[in-house]
């Protein structure tokens, strides 16, 4: 099966201009996540969808980072305006559950971020 | 606060010899602890999930075992292309990842 797909691979901007990185999660995956990766630390969720709906975005950046699904399908990220410290990787992850209940979470290659 | 932490942060081993990482975990409501495996530049490849004490997985050289507490994963006899980032994490209920930091290994030939 096709795995996640997430462009674009890099991008480098200025402090305060604005990015924008889409996914295209798993056919049938109904839960869509992102995650953000600073170098040498592990994964940080900051948006989790349901289909159409925000199931958690407790740890987004509200005043400068917003997230859509549309249709349930693809996503969109955005970072308006950029600060220094969002330089990481953002992952984008889709997921089906296990049986137990537990959700194993596919991820796309990331879009690596640098903000000068 | 949900947290996982590994360590040792980086270990370095040569081809053959064997050892374990570790992953301590307090996840409330904890529906699994995962296992992952990072290569630079790409992202985190799913290895294992377990469920409850006393679990153990096994997949080629790698060997993942839970106790309430932790988790380890015993690499036996690595090799060169064993080299990674092993990431663990826990799930809550909610099917949220909390993920440690990572261990960063390098096995030499």
């Known amino acids: 099966e096709a795995g996640v797909a997430q462009s674009p691979r890099y991008k480098i901007i200025e402090k305060r201009q604005s990015v924008a990185f889409w996914c295209n999660p798993i056919s049938g995956h109904a839960t869509l996540y992102w995650y953000q990766q600073i170098l040498g630390q592990g994964p940080k969720l900051l948006i989790q969808?349901?289909?159409?709906?925000?199931?958690?975005d407790s740890q987004l950046p509200k005043d400068r980072f917003s997230a859509e699904r549309l249709k349930g399908v693809d996503s969109t990220l955005k970072i308006q305006p950029a600060k220094l410290e969002d330089s990481a990787v953002y992952l984008c992850?889709?997921?089906?559950?296990?049986?137990?209940?537990?959700?194993?979470?596919?991820f796309g290659a990331g879009s690596r971020l640098t903000v000068l | 606060e949900d947290q996982v932490t590994q360590s040792p942060e980086a270990l370095r081993l040569q081809e053959g010899e064997s050892s374990s990482l570790n992953c301590s975990y307090t996840v409330s409501g904890l529906r699994g602890l995962f296992w992952y495996r990072q290569d630079p530049g790409k992202g985190p490849e799913f290895l294992f999930t377990l469920y409850s004490a006393g679990e153990e997985k096994e997949k080629e050289r790698l060997k993942a075992t839970l106790t309430k507490k932790e988790s380890f994963l015993h690499i036996t006899a690595p090799k060169p292309e064993d080299s990674a980032t092993y990431l663990c994490?826990?799930?809550?209920?909610?099917?949220?990842?909390?993920f440690g930091q990572g261990t960063r290994l390098t096995i030499n030939p």
């Open positions: 992850a889709s997921s089906f559950r296990t049986v137990s209940g537990a959700n194993v979470l596919t």
């Open positions: 994490a826990g799930s809550q209920g909610a099917q949220k990842l909390v």
């Open positions: 969808f349901q289909n159409n709906g925000v199931v958690d």
